[in-house]
DNA sequence: CTCTGTTTTTTTTTT
DNA sequence: AAAAACAGAG
């Protein structure tokens, strides 16, 4: 097809061609294609590191200045709140203060904004609340224990999961009821708990995270009058990572760049998927969609990601222009080479082959630790190395397939004295105190939310415990008021004086928050009121002097905590001077791992390779590539499952701009027992000459003797049997020795070294000699620091220079 | 109702 | 190994 533009880009007129050059100077071919197509629909293919976020900003940035929309009228979705900000900053750099009228942000974040608007129109209020997956697996375990569900073999977990799965698929408990098979009971308990969890939600005044997505296009759907005000407004819609779209947020984009018709069609086709329909008369077309995406970097399956939307897109959008960008501009080719030997692997692909100008760079480094520590002092000495050779520390990273990998990490990091910040794992949001100060929170701002009362109703103890909270709830239902109501009638509720009177003082410290927070009188409170409000409920509740009073150590970290969530809170009133509670609650409820990342500080990044997505560092470690963590043992089962975790590597090792390093262990410790890993199979996916191997599977397996470690085995050239020669193994430069000979087998496999030590009254200078548990005797260089971070930097006669934090490390004096 | 000690489960990835 | 769930005493 011909692809006449329906908008001729930036013709004559006060704004120039000339504006444009600056937006397209340095571009490829395909690159400047994707930048000024004009059309329905673009799909670009932008292969890891091909520049798609800069042609997505000049995409942006050309539309606007060559006056072909409006700031307001373009839709950007990214996926992640960080991923949006960067965005926005630099579309900003080019076209200044316009930048300010465009929605760039997640689906969710898009939802909730739209939601907030519309709530009413089908018995939502604007102050709802968000449940994140803690606070509905909350729900759904109390109505899995009401429904005795466990009896049929539905646990928690699996009816979260299954009823996530159905509504990313739009579908509710009827719909699926309807084909599902009835005459079985578990199937008909696991519907009543839909069925139940979706009118509570309701009834609480929330949206679970999937609602946000689901919710909006059913309101979409049933309110078109409400649907065409969007869609008159966004005129240009553009989605990055399209690949990792679910079916739910595939039909949101749908429903937006529908034509809108003069006259509202009433009874909406419910067959509804295909937009270009000639029969009626728009009276504008549909919006203009540009989709960026890598179906080779598509590793959300888990969660409804459903890679057809991308692979079928020409299909959902006939006469779609498809760019392709196959030049990358992030990696070496060494390390593009393995991506592709990797990636080839997969067999249900288009071919397409990265490639890169920049040269061969340095090779791939490969290390076989005897333990997780082992590797992770690779990891640390490597990092160290790397620093010294004028290496920002911010510009390294460190990926993991689990979460729960990060531990042995983090130890040798600590003790190694690298400085490192970790990316999610238990988000600060998710701490139990947090929670508890943002459920006071929400019980002011969404009162209809019952399970918030209830989470606090005991917080701190009050003794009001199983009993009084049902009998409160039992009296809440009689009368036909809210459990929050209720609280305000202590002396009703037939319970004991001296309960009546924490319930009366806990109702007394919500009443005056509400009054602060909340006023009646429509008079606007200043923007400190969240941050003050705050500070209210957690002093007057006697929250905060439960936690001091406590002897318990990890309580004084939990105030400290709550400290920092009021500065949060105060930072928010200064970045959104007009921001009410209930925005407040929308930010932290949508802010997600990738989010917390800021490259100011000086450290190491440690998060999961699903993290990583989207990110770049000079230097990456991909740690634990074993069978069984990549791909995860169990993913095997899955269906597409090893496929994904394929990409999800080849996702890890494209993240490297100049230095990749794969390692692995032979042994490693899960649920406290320890077991024998063996080499993941992408390993061998990647051609021999391409790594060099500080120390290869094949040489640790000679040593441990344990069976024949699988890598390998089945191939005939290049790779072979145990001869470490045939690996290429290079032997360690004294001053990069990670294993002294002495450490091997016996010594390191496993051992938590970082059990409670303290040293801190040590006395260190430079010129003494110590002695180190793993690495030997050394002479002191230098000691920075002060107090509990007193690092001493350390020559050892056999494990080289080493910078050790005095407080914890295993040494002793000489 | 709360505290303490014992048993069980947990680790796949996330907006 | 650590967190969560559970049971029983006070």
Known sequence: MTEAPLIVPSTAGPSGPQDQDDLLAGLNPQQLAAVTYRGPALLIVAGAGSGKTSVLTRRIASLLRSREAWPSQILAITFTNKAAGEMRERVGQLVGEAARGMWISTFHSACVRILRREAEHFGFTKSFTIYDSGDSRALIKRLVKEHEADAYGLTPASVQGRISKLKNELQDSESYARDANMSDPAERVFVEIFADYQRRLRKANAFDFDDLIGQTVYLFRAFPKVADTYRRRFRHILVDEYQDTNHAQYALIHELTRPVSADAPDPYASNGMMIFEPETTPELAGASLTVVGDSDQSIYAFRGADIRNISEFERDFPGAKVVLLEQNYRSTQNILSAANAVIGHNFDRKDKKLWS?????????????????????????????????????????????????????????????????????????????????????????????????????????????????????????????????????????????????????????????????????????PPTVVADGLSLLLAKSGYLDALRASRDPQDEARVENLDEFVAVARDFARNNPEGTIADFLTEVALVSDADDLDDESGSVSMMTMHTAKGLEFDAVFVTGVEEDLIPHRISAGEPGGPQEERRLFYVGITRARKRLHLSLAMTRAQFGEVSVAMPSRFLQEIPAELVDWRQSPGDVNSRGGTQSRALNARRGGGFGGSGGDRFGVKPLAPRDRITPLSTAMDKFPNKVTGKVRDNGDLELAAGDRIRHDDFGEGRVDAVTGEGAKRIAHVRFDAAGLKKLLIKIAPIEKL
């Open 357 to 525: 100008d920049r040269g061969d760079g340095d090779k791939i480094v490969g290390f076989t630790g005897y333990s997780q520590h082992d590797e992770a002092q690779f990891v640390a000495d490597e990092v160290e190395a790397l620093h010294r050779a004028g290496m920002p520390y911010s510009e390294m990273a460190v990926f993991y397939r689990t979460n729960s990998q990060s531990r042995a990490l983090e130890e040798i990091f600590i003790r190694s004295a690298v400085p490192y910040k970790i990316m999610g794992g238990t988000k600060f949001y998710e701490r139990a105190e947090i929670k508890d100060a943002l459920a006071y929170l929400i019980s002011v701002a969404n009162p209809a939310d019952e399970m918030s009362v209830r989470r606090i109703l005991n917080k701190p103890r009050r003794g009001i415990g199983d009993v009084t909270e049902t009998a409160i709830a039992r009296f809440a239902d009689d009368q036909g008021i809210s459990f929050r109501d209720a609280l305000s009638m202590p002396s009703q509720l037939g319970v004991g004086p001296k309960i009546q009177a924490a319930i009366g003082q806990l109702d007394a410290v919500l009443t005056e928050a509400t009054a602060l927070m909340l006023p009646a009188s429509g008079e606007v409170p």
